[in-house]
T-cell receptor, first 115, second 117 residues
């Protein structure tokens, strides 16, 4: 059963406009959410995160919103730039015992920003 | 800063052959992970380690073995490769302490593209 879902495999946005990437989760024990960005032939890189006790976190052009009651989070990129074209992974974490935690990833959304 | 280094970057194996993928990190991270990425499947955890000498199974461990003999290295082994193991493999590392929020994320290597024919 997929605990972190990214239902849109791809998204195309015009340069300068807002990109909104969505993510849903089912595990209410998740307490931290992260977004990773991945370019072809590279490993994923950390983009932004949010704790479950917050509903918004902003870092420059990137803002993540968390709606705990709906078990939904979204990543907003404003304004979108061609260099933002990449695959974006949503991830969530919860304490798994023995002093460890693991990240559970969604399947990713491929963002294409059109010049 | 090297971060996480994976070797090799590409490899083609014949069915039944064995190989070892090497992951090395220079950030003194406690935790290390092996993921595989397949089209439409996202990143799936194979095995992970919470410290030197320890390993644990992830979501898709079958057909793989791992070892963490040194803190900085995490090896992924395929004893008898199968076409179903054709994938891109990513190693990652992280701090294990939950009270360091700035280090909550993983650092990934650039991946190993493995093809089993």
């Amino acid at each position: 059963d997929q605990q972190v879902k990214q239902n849109s495999p791809s998204l195309s946005v015009q340069e300068g406009r807002i990109s909104i990437l969505n993510c849903d989760y089912t595990n209410s024990m998740f307490d931290y959410f992260l977004w990773y960005k991945k370019y072809p032939a590279e490993g994923p890189t950390f983009l932004i995160s949010i704790s479950s006790i917050k509903d918004k976190n902003e870092d420059g052009r990137f803002t993540v919103f968390l709606n705990k009651s709906a078990k939904h989070l979204s990543l907003h990129i404003v304004p979108s730039q061609p260099g933002d074209s990449a695959v974006y992974f949503c991830a969530a974490t919860s304490y798994s015992g023995a002093g460890s935690y693991q990240l559970t990833f969604g399947k990713g959304t491929k963002l294409s920003v059109i010049p | 800063n090297a971060g996480v280094t994976q070797t090799p970057k590409f490899r083609v194996l014949k069915t039944g052959q064995s190989m070892t993928l090497l992951c090395a990190q220079d950030m003194n991270h406690e935790y290390m992970y092996w993921y595989r990425q397949d089209p439409g499947m996202g990143l799936r955890l194979i095995h992970y380690s919470v410290g030197e000498g320890t390993t644990a199974k992830g979501e898709v461990p079958d057909g793989y073995n791992v070892s963490r003999l040194k803190k900085q290295n995490f090896l992924l082994g395929l004893e008898s490769a199968a076409p179903s193991q054709t994938s891109v493999y990513f190693c990652a590392s992280s701090y294990g302490l939950r009270d360091i929020p700035s280090n909550y994320g993983y650092t990934f290597g650039s991946g190993t593209r493995l093809t089993v024919v």
